[in-house]
């Protein structure tokens, strides 16, 4: 394995795919690659608008989302990367989950992808179907599940 993309949804699982991830790249001199995929609600975000305000923040609600998403993402590369002995970059995508990570894997040239399941009722997994599912499903590489 030359390149892993570990997903990121900062959930506790997927902290410890992160981890996993991390082991990996460090055992095979692999490069990792934390993706964090957010979605963007369509229409105004008055909530967060109001919050930019407050802050005398100009920035459009989307943009300041797309950062605070690349600032945490950072803050996990700075603690998985203690050594320092992995290369680990940060991506963030707006989009689908499970459709932007098969992209990434795809354009990163990925060997493996690792991804955290957050175990949902069977319900929720029949009507929203579930992220680990369809990159396993979709991915060109092998996809990794950590719970």
Do not use: F
Not at 72 to 90: H, M, N
């Amino acid at each position: 394995m030359r390149r892993i993309l570990c997903a990121i949804d900062h959930s506790e699982t997927s902290l410890r795919a992160a981890r996993l991830a991390r082991e990996l790249a460090a055992s095979c001199k692999a490069d990792l690659t934390l993706l964090n995929v957010v979605r963007l609600p369509d229409g105004p975000q008055a909530g967060i608008a109001e919050y930019l305000r407050h802050e005398h923040n100009p920035e459009e609600p989307g943009i300041a989302v797309l950062e605070a998403a690349q600032d945490e993402l950072a803050l996990l590369r700075d603690r998985l990367a203690k050594d320092g002995d992995v290369p680990i970059t940060c991506e963030i995508r707006n989009g689908e989950a499970a459709t932007e990570i098969v992209a990434a894997a795809r354009e990163h040239e990925a060997d493996l992808v690792v991804v955290g399941h957050r175990g949902r009722n069977r319900l929720a997994r029949v009507l929203l179907g579930s992220v680990a599912r369809q990159a396993v499903e979709a991915a060109h590489c092998p996809v990794l599940i950590v719970r």
